[in-house]
């Protein structure tokens, strides 16, 4: 714009310079000031008009216009929005549902959602040691949910004592206040104490009586329902989840156990069991009764089903719902309205409507979904993110989007919030158990693609390993194929991962794994092993599917740079440490913390803590104080062209810092901890052009950033970057557009 206005400008000050000159030579010069002055305002305005787009072009504050949008929950803001897990779930008979988790990052443990909304939260599950559970049963008066409460310190109000937990029944009314009874325990006097040794594992109602599984201590405790006084008491060895049939008997699940398969037993009242048992599923892990009096049956065994028994004599089963064989069904991995994956509820109500909630597996979020008697599906709630981000697929100029489990289809024609659709879950528990995403809690995700074919890597809060994925359409479908693992040194004489997962892996040091065989298993003769420094600081994959890697050392070689050595037979890429490369630290830093490489222009961005800008303390999360750019690497130039300094703690209060950093297109982004607050800086210079906050879109709210690559950046190809940032506080991820 700038280049266009100047000689425009030139052409009108020649004319009005003539005009002036005519002026001056009439005799009517002095009936000309108003003439003049009109001219000489003109002339202003324009000038300034030019100013300020020469301004424009100059800091690009102006062009930076963006919007606020979201990924991954139905609801993107406010304190009603589908929460991280559902591990037990109540339907009433008017359809309204009540769940239960162990932990939501807002604090809604448990909620209440009726015609595809939420309805309320029941109250008070979080914080001052609080936390949920995973059982939750209703009667007409009261909510009773499965919860943990922790002590406190000293404090007049009543906590248990340092070093010990209570495992309660907390008591709600319906509209999930609590409701204290005389002798309730905690600091509102709604909890009644079961046990100080383990969970409640199973909650129902009949009449006047609330049963509770005392799994520690293999009972099952009798309560009268508004007193909330211990009537009895029966033994069931490991007893889990209860509903209570037409006849007021008992029907529990008993956990499986080194040497028992699950059972579901049946119990009168008086704790006498009664003959009739079932014993043809896996793994059940919630029941309920329907509206005729059957028995339903989460399976979440390999056929991934509602299982549907008649009860009334020996029980027989009579339907299932679900396809068989869940999300891996048809194609693995595809997201259709019939298959189920990892449930965790189900129920029906009056009008024999049905109600499941699928966890994924390794609680990957909330997936509740209502049918129709008939099967169609008459809503869905999704609650699918936490403590997560996405990345774009470079290939489908970013219409496909990864999270660490799902993946979306874009189309950013449509509203905010409204742009995703959920189109794959991409782990397969059923066929690779060794699935590090089953074992391990990954967070930051990279799409890459390696000559042409696509990759999944993925790294932790901690910086602690880069997992590697693969896929395969014609064998596994949409499913991510685990391919590749790099892993950390851990100490000196201990395993890089303690535990016995993975199997195999080296007593000592750090490791590269790669899948030779092609069958998802770590064995022995897969592993690549090595030593070096403990402290990681950044991972990097750069486009040719390079990795790099920091270390926080000052020996001045805190760079790992692993050429991709190819792609084996299988459709692993080929990492090696004897093709490592060692490569020197810029002098400007002292700690190294990230980074990023880009081949195409033999540019390096590096971040970390400098002499001129200290770290305050061992900030062991941040991205440091300034980010380099540092042209010619692979020349062997170390003088950065640019020096940015970012958002970081100076007082040791750890108030300000940088969590996040990504490079993308025409701009570098660093995100804040705790203000969630987006920089933007021009690639070029270095300067800041632009600061991203949540919109209203998402109700101006956003988490802390938790993980160390909460922030990833992609240049779509008519120049419109997609920010996208973790928001795990409310379970989505925020996805900033900044238009081109």
Known sequence: MKNKLLPQLGKFCQKLNQRIKKLSQTRHWHKSKIFNFLLSLTVGVIVTSIGITTDWATTGTSALTYKTSWIGNTFGSGNLRVQNNIEAMYVAADGTVYTNSHWDEAGTEAEIYKDGKVISAIGDTHGWSRSGGKAVTVNSKYIYIAMIQGAMGETKEDYPAEGTNWYCVRRYDLSGKPAPFPEGRGWDKSMLITSTKSEVTGLATAGSELYVSDFASDRIRVYNTDTMKELRSFSVARPGAITVDRQENLWIIQSENSSNSAKILHYSQTGKQLPQQITDVIEPTAIALDNQ??????????????????????????????????????????????????????????????????????????????????????????????????????????????????????????????????????????????????????????????????????TNMYGSFLQIYRFNQATDGKIAIPSGMFVGTNGEDKKSIGGTWPPQQPEKGEWIWRDSNGNGTFEKNEYDGSKDYPFIGGWWVDSKGDVWKTLRTQDGTGIRHYPLQGIDTKGNPIYSYSSMQKQTTPKIFTDLRRIEYFPETDTMYLSGFTEDHPAIGDDNGVVGSEIARFDNWSQGNRTPRYRIVIPHDTTGKREVSTAAMSVAGEYVFAVTMKTAEVYVYNIATGTQVQKLKPGPEVGGESGWIDIPYGIRAFRRSKGEHLVFVEEDWKGKVIMYRLMG
């Open 293 to 458: 009096g059957r028995l339903l049956v989460a399976e979440n065994g390999p056929r991934q089903q509602m299982l549907t028994y008649d009860i009334k004599d020996k029980p027989v089963q009579v339907s299932s719902f679900g396809r068989k064989g869940g999300i891996y069904a048809g194609i693995p991995g595809e997201v259709q309205d019939l298959k189920l994956y990892g449930l965790t509820g189900v129920g029906t109500d009056s009008s024999g409507n049905i109600y499941i909630n699928s966890n994924g597996f390794n609680k990957s979020g909330t997936d509740l979904r209502k049918f129709s008697p008939s099967g169609k599906l008459l809503w869905q709630l999704l609650g699918l993110i936490f403590v997560d981000n996405a990345d774009a697929d470079p290939k489908t100029d970013g219409i496909d989007v990864f999270t660490k489990h799902e993946h979306y289809l874009m189309d950013y024609s449509q509203p905010a919030g409204k742009q995703w659709t959920y189109k794959s879950y991409t782990l397969n528990a059923v066929k690779y158990p060794q699935d590090p995403r089953l074992h391990t809690s990954p967070d930051g995700t990279f799409v890459r693609r390696i000559k042409g074919k696509p990759f999944l890597f993925l």
